[in-house]
Structures are given as C-alpha cells and as structure tokens.
C-alpha cells in the first residue's frame, strides 16, 4: 500500500494526529476513534494494523496492553516526494502575503489621511 493511500483514510490520519502527541494504548486509540468517528473497536484494530504493516507506527507491549506510538521514516518520505510540488504552493503564499501587507499598508495611508487635521489656508504665514 501507498504511503499516501494509508493517509487518505481520516481515521488513519486521525491517529497519526494522536500520536504524534505521544505513545498511546490501543484501547485509548479504539475509545477516541469510536468517539470521534463512529468506529468500533475492530475496525479501529483493522486501521492500527494498516498503519503497523505500513511503518507507520510501531507496537510494544506492556504487560496486557499494546502502546502504538509513531515512526516518522513513513511521514519523512511523503514529505520528501511533497517536496518536488512545494514550490507551487509557496510562490503562491509568498505573493499572497505581498498582496496582504500592501492591502493593510493602503489602509493605514487610507486611515491616517482621514484622521489627519484639515489643512487651514486662512491661516497667517509663519515668522
């Protein structure tokens, strides 16, 4: 499977989000999901699976209970392939954020023009 199939999955995302917090219990993993997104302790147990297969996280056991936490190798790579479209994006924020700043700076012009006194040509020239 795809890295970027495993994260197309909400409730996969979901617990990546979770644990990138911290180490977790399954059983606090399978509480949260079934919450939040409706899902039953099996399906959440499919989904820790995938992510497990996949390296996404990795498992150890504590005594009865299974702790998952996150491996960053999976996230690192898709940041990687991310990295060739990056630069379609940031030009685009970099000219939103020129566009924002002259905005709020012809507002401030704006502002202080109509704040300023107005100009008296009765008044007597200065010594």
Same mark, same amino acid.
């Given at each position: 499977?795809?890295?970027?199939?495993?994260? %197309?999955?909400?409730?996969?995302?979901?617990?990546?989000?979770?644990?990138?917090?911290? =180490?977790?219990?399954?059983?606090?993993?399978?509480?949260?999901?079934?919450?939040?997104?409706?899902?039953?302790?099996?399906?959440?147990?499919?989904?820790?699976?995938?992510?497990?297969?996949?390296?996404?996280?990795?498992?150890?056991?504590? %005594?009865?209970?299974?702790?998952?936490?996150?491996?960053?190798?999976?996230?690192?790579?898709?940041?990687?392939?991310?990295?060739?479209?990056? %630069?379609?994006?940031?030009?685009?924020?970099?000219?939103?954020?020129?566009?924002?700043?002259?905005?709020?700076?012809?507002?401030?012009?704006?502002?202080?023009?109509?704040?300023?006194?107005?100009?008296?040509? =009765?008044?007597?020239?200065?010594?």
């Amino acid at each position: 499977m795809h890295a970027l199939d495993v994260l %197309g999955d909400p409730a996969r995302r979901r617990v990546l989000e979770l644990l990138a917090e911290g =180490e977790r219990p399954a059983g606090s993993l399978a509480q949260i999901l079934g919450d939040e997104l409706g899902l039953s302790q099996p399906a959440v147990s499919q989904h820790l699976r995938v992510l497990r297969e996949t390296g996404f996280v990795v498992v150890r056991a504590d %005594g009865t209970r299974r702790l998952y936490s996150l491996s960053t190798a999976p996230l690192e790579a898709v940041d990687a392939w991310l990295e060739q479209f990056r %630069g379609l994006w940031v030009s685009r924020l970099d000219a939103l954020a020129t566009e924002i700043a002259r905005g709020k700076r012809q507002r401030r012009l704006e502002s202080a023009a109509q704040e300023a006194p107005p100009e008296d040509d =009765e008044a007597p020239p200065r010594p």
